[in-house]
């Protein structure tokens, strides 16, 4: 008897149940500013995360020794943005609730929101680690509040003040800016600089580490809705995120807004897949199915 | 003294007051259930509408000889479509108010719906002809009922039965081929046979003309979210709109659905333009400001 | 508990002991003489027939009434090209003896011969449809006996003369033509006429279809290696695979030669996409799970 | 020893003193209103005339038996349009002089008034066959008298009137249209018709044929830099061409404006390849190289 | 009343008689030897300005506190190099005229001769700031003098000896290096080193700034028509641009050779735009319309 | 009389009884993993070459001052590896014997073999260094021992250990990496550190260079089939060929996996362009031709 085709990211094969993080995608970009086209993300870094090995030497590790479950993309209702969200707090929480660690793909950034939402209930002190070219700090754009310039805004809405870190921002409005100095959030402009310090302050917290693939310099990244040259390097991305992963309690992670549609070489999806294969090799810390 | 940079379509350059024709772009496409990007329709449209003549063969007139207005793109809350129809609305009703006919270019085909709604105010026994590939009469979409493909289900809500005439159509659901054939609308499978018939029928009354573009053979047009082949020709669309535009009382008219990213020919693009050039020309009845 | 990442075409959900027919897809391309990418035509069709509908208004059916079961894609030795063929050859076994339907989707036209390979096994009296814009009749290519240039000289190995039927055929070298007329297949030139006196002729005869998709002409099928302008239209073919399955005993099929890379804008791929469920519709004879 | 990399058009490999026709190319482009990118054509035409057959089912010939010699293409002054057109002009009259026929790759169709310049000396009575849907008949274009828009009416300045047939014309300037009516030139629009009375009439005078592939629909062949919607079916233009050439005295002819960066798909290079196998195969009377 | 269309690059809505600075576009790249294609930069950085925001946190500034009037595109009479030059040269002779630095946007590099014509005529002792990957100082090209490889060798003809400041030059002809050292330009090989030296040399002194986009290592910037790897980084030329257009005395300038069609990720485009975003915020010393 | 087409590289254009090095291409990509289209690199490579200058800054070099011949790509059996490699094999013996460097052109990187085999005969001790993304160690990929994924442990069969040195590896299978560990090879993960100590140790010795360019990162080189990011710089890997082939006694060399339909802008085509040319400009001792 013939089986049926599942697709999973890369080694990510392991059975629910044994399972330490759950991968979920989420196909949307109805907010978006500029471009849009995040939602074909998901499909785009599973289809050629086969082109990667499961073997990292950076970590001389190998996602075939680690617990990955990948459950899809969800079905959501393109244009109804509130709707959109519950579906993605809804899933976040059924892998809370099953003790596993939920690691989203967008999509545009504002999917975030979703995750964090279901991430404040079960965690009440949660901080955020916030990579990315843009503030996204707006109180509304064009009057919309639940837009992808605005995500980060509304996240600090449940965390307050001192709870977010952004590093590698580079582009946002002037108010933005002035607004993170005021103390809300702590804003590294341009590079990743002073993550170690944040990272040293943050250890054993429950952090919630998100990732919008344009804080990478557009050379590394042009696959984008809004490209923003500037940014950092693959190396010191991929590094960061390993420490980050290695290093803190992160109880949820995304990464976002990768619209693969703008770049048909396929280098950003391929680098969007070794970004979250690393992260999953550092954030597993029990053996896989395979071994035992 | 230098000028400021006017960007019209080719050759609609008259004064607002003189105009009869107005022009007007709404950037949008977030309700999409496939694939993005019509809202960088109205740009490119004007872009290259300037590989294009303003002499039309076919019809032996000039765009130089009538009055069209062009008045650019409306700036649209991204993400809260509630607001974005409502813009488009506004920004109909002013033209109608001042009577003249208001041309919109899209977009995704939900724009219609804002064009509608301003029209059905000032035009109560409002017809609306429909050429289409697809039926656009699903009740909701995955619970959405702003919803591109639920377009003309809405829009008939506002007119009722025996108003609405689709032609082209070649894709949908098994129950909205249904529930047009239980009479609520007039809808002609494959091609544009009957519109002859449908045109002696409704000379004199108000008509709405919506053209979603992808009734196009997809070989013609490429450049579309959702291609569906099977469709008409160039020349069948191009002589379509012309007798429609030239023979009925039309009060107001769309062009939807271009998604110029999707065929980098541009030949796309420019089908978009000749079509809504032989439209223009077709609909003005009065001499242009040059003439007299 | 979350369930997995299943990707089948769209509607083909069916569990494998109910189904009537089988889809699988052999990811290969290593023996064309052009242009390769053939390979990626299987993911292409799965992931873009969610833009499609499941109900078809040509033949008034719908996939979700029907019983299909997609096993997805063999995995292949690339560059061992006997290996390949035996592959693919035991899947179509498999599923021969489940007394199912094969229905393969390539990659180049090579991957036939796998699939008549088993067929023949069975239906020792077997015919070939084949609709391509090739010959495909070589001895060999550059001394290559097993090239997508010759699989149909191939697959006449094991079938004998009159049992190959050959339409559509606008390109091949002057000694293929010749071949052919010396009675070894009937090949009918340039179009699909004749077609319904085959159709006529081969009755209750076991039938395997080859459909080699660049018999379509290069302005509706763009996406495929070696373009041939001069073809059939899409309502040509789709027309004719409508009467070849639903007249005729086919015991399996294929579809091939699609390349995404070569049309951007998605438009061959949707083509494939619906060509498929045409033939899906058309080979089903029995109701779907859903029905009863 | 290793020989030198001698790249021809597919089968064109006669020696000079053998040929009966010459091909060379004119990568040139600097005139072009809209979009440049003609100057690529020769060298893909080429490259890509690997993927065709030497052989034509159509008229049952094969160009290795005929004569052709591929002299490549000319290094021309970028910039200075009056020394493009001398070079041109030049490699034309040595072809003339050694009594072959001149068959020009372009490049934009202003390329056409350099080997047109040349045959004229020869041929003081010659006869212009043009295929295009634009009338090119311009004065100037922006006071630029040597613009690709004004080609035919600098061929006209030495031909005088009565002497060019233009087919397939479906875009220009009102003012061209009413010039060309004025008995300047024979004009047909939008199609072929009337070709076979044109042929009746021109029979045994000396004929320089002219095709700007733009004749075709855009649907058939995108890749040119002014796309025009409505134009001839591949085979229309196919068969017009075989039966100009073959019927007809034709002393010089060339194929002009494709622009390959605006079809990735290759189809729009196929298709230049295969008008330009055919016209071959059409002109040549004798027997090629290998035959005797 | 609606209000007509205008397309400015972001934020540059000052009235002319209020503006520091004025914009304006050259659509021109006829004398290009390799590809083709700047003559639509000026169109694609205006549209895609949009998705920068205008302020800047590098220096801290706002686009919309500074006065800069853009003028649009000049018409130029494609194939008439002279006129377009003289075309050039008009315009920004009416921005002197009236006191404004004028800021060119090509095109291709030929375009800076119209400007430097301009200014030289107002400024005698002008010297020019050039960063380039080419050297562009060949006397001609193929016969050609008017030619974008020979832009700064005809500058130079205007300047004089010891005016021309070249940077991060890294392609030309061996003799065009050689005829540099021979004291007619300062010509910095590779990268932009000693840029501080010439700042603090030519302080106070009339300079004209003229940006070659190729300048850029192609990782960043691959939208140009002859690409040249071992260029400078994004940073690196950016604060070149701002270091040069803040402590020098600019009296115009441009930045030229961005081919949109080369990288149809947008972020070449993007790119440009951020460019002379700091440009623009670097060279405004006066507050803007909106502040007083 | 008029001469042929002769396509070479760039000034390239020695008679081949003067030439120091002989180019041959091998446009072969049957055995890739993941995404096809080298064999399109030879071709790419040749028509852009004219884009460069001969001329190099770096080295003070003119490739018009050296002797390299040439010949053209191979006519290859696709589909029949074994016979691939035999046909390259036997061009570079033709090469040896006449005492010049072989210098192929891929294609995959599996042609290197065919190169090997002939080199090892002739230099029994040879070394091989081997830049590139992925160790290529594996034993079998999928069961096929003449893979791309294989070939330096082919190449490995025919040296033995200690003979060759990796460089810039950074992807590969677990046990690829403890393989080489154990001694087989040399091999340098991510960088090209001690590359010097590894040229001072080789002097004098005969050495193949073997370069995949997906050894560069990918945001300068995103034209390869597996893309790999993480890699070195361009002027890295420039300055590391000049090294090797100026300083050792190279015997034999190639560059492969250029893909040029990955990166549409062309760079990547530019960058294998100019890292060929300083390699030949390096490798050559003699003055050319044109100089005595």
Known sequence: MLSKNIVNFLGCDSEYKNAEIVLYGAPFDS????RPGTRFAPQAIRNDSYGLETYSPYQDKDLSDINVFDSGDLELPTGDTQNVLKTIEKRTEIIFED??????????HLVTLGSVRAAIKKYKSLNIIHLDAHTDLREDYLGVKLSHACVI????????????YQFGIRSGDKSEFEWAKQGHTYLKRFCLEGLDTTIEKLKGEPIYLTVDLDVLDTSYFPGTGTPEPGGVSFLELMNAVIEICSKLRIIGCDVTELC??????GVSTAIACKIIREMLLALCKTEGDNNG
């Open 99 to 108: 003790n596993k660690i939920p690691f989203l793909i967008g999509g545009e």
């Open 153 to 164: 805004r509304r996240c600090w809405e449940l965390t307050g003040d001192n709870r977010i």
């Open 31 to 34: 907010t978006v500013s500029f």
């Open 260 to 265: 693969p549609i703008y770049d048909q070489s």
